[in-house]
C-alpha cells in the first residue's frame, strides 16, 4: 500500500515529517551536543520543539523539488505527498530502534503490577516484589539491534522510492534521476540517526 501513488493531504505529509522530527529530537535530547547547547540559553528545548519539524520539513519539500527538476513532468504537491510514504519505514524503524529497549526495561514493571495493580499492597500472584532486570540485554546486541533495525527501515524506503517513482514517471531513466534526491535525503538522515544513537547517553 504504501508503494500507491494515491495522493495524501497536506496534513498527513505534515503528520509523517512530525513523526521523523520527534523522535530524533527526543534522541537529541540525550546527547552531549544538545547538553552544551542547553547551557548557551534556557529557551533552547522550546525552540527545538518548534523549529526541528520546520526544518525538517523544509528540508524535506527542497529534496522533492530537486527531485521534481531532474525527473520532470510531475507537479510538486502530487511528489510531496506520494513520496512521503517511502519516509514511513524510515519513521517505523527509528521509532523502534529508539524506544524498544525501554520497552524491554519498563515492560517488566508490568509482572509486579499484576499483583498490585492499585498500589494497594496486594500481592495477588506472588510477584509485587519483582525487581526489573536491567541487564536483561547486552550494550552490544541493543547497538547491533539498532543499527539493523535502521538499515532494513531505510532499505525498504529506497524500495519504496524507487517503487512509487517508477509509477509516476513511468520512464525507468526519468525515475531514477527523480528518485537521486530522496535516495540522498535518506542516507543523511540514516546517518544522522545512526550517529544519535552512537552518543553516549546524558541527562
Known amino acids: 500500500g504504501l508503494g500507491l501513488p494515491e495522493k495524501v493531504p497536506p496534513g498527513g505529509t505534515a503528520f509523517v515529517i512530525l513523526v521523523l ?3 530524533t529530537f527526543d534522541g537529541l535530547l540525550e546527547t552531549p551536543l544538545w ?7 534556557p529557551v533552547t528545548q522550546t525552540l527545538g520543539v518548534i523549529l526541528l519539524p520546520l526544518l525538517f520539513l523544509g528540508i ?3 529534496f522533492v523539488e530537486l527531485s521534481r527538476i531532474l525527473g520532470g513532468g510531475v507537479g510538486f504537491g502530487r511528489l510531496a505527498a506520494a513520496y512521503v510514504f517511502s519516509l514511513v519505514p524510515i519513521a517505523i524503524a527509528y521509532q523502534m530502534a529508539h524506544y524498544y529497549t525501554y520497552l524491554i526495561i519498563q515492560g517488566q514493571m508490568m509482572i509486579s503490577l499484576v499483583s498490585d ?6 500481592n495477588l500472584f506472588g510477584t509485587a516484589d519483582f525487581e526489573p532486570r536491567y541487564g536483561i540485554v547486552g550494550a552490544g546486541f541493543v547497538w547491533y539491534s539498532q543499527v539493523a533495525l535502521i538499515v ?9 522510492a524507487h517503487s512509487i517513482s517508477l509509477r509516476l ?3 525507468p531513466v526519468r525515475a531514477f534521476r527523480s528518485q537521486l534526491p530522496m535516495l540522498v535525503l535518506m542516507v543523511l538522515y540514516t546517518i544522522t540517526s545512526l550517529w544519535i544513537l552512537a552518543q553516549p547517553i546524558v541527562e
Open 21 to 23: 522530527a520527534g523522535v
Open 35 to 41: 547538553l552544551e547547547i542547553v547551557r548557551l540559553t
Open 60 to 62: 524535506y519539500l527542497g
Open 117 to 122: 495493580p492499585f498500589g494497594w499492597g496486594w
Open 152 to 160: 532494513a527501515g531505510h532499505m525498504i524506503a529506497v524500495y519504496l
Open 169 to 171: 514517471l513511468r520512464d
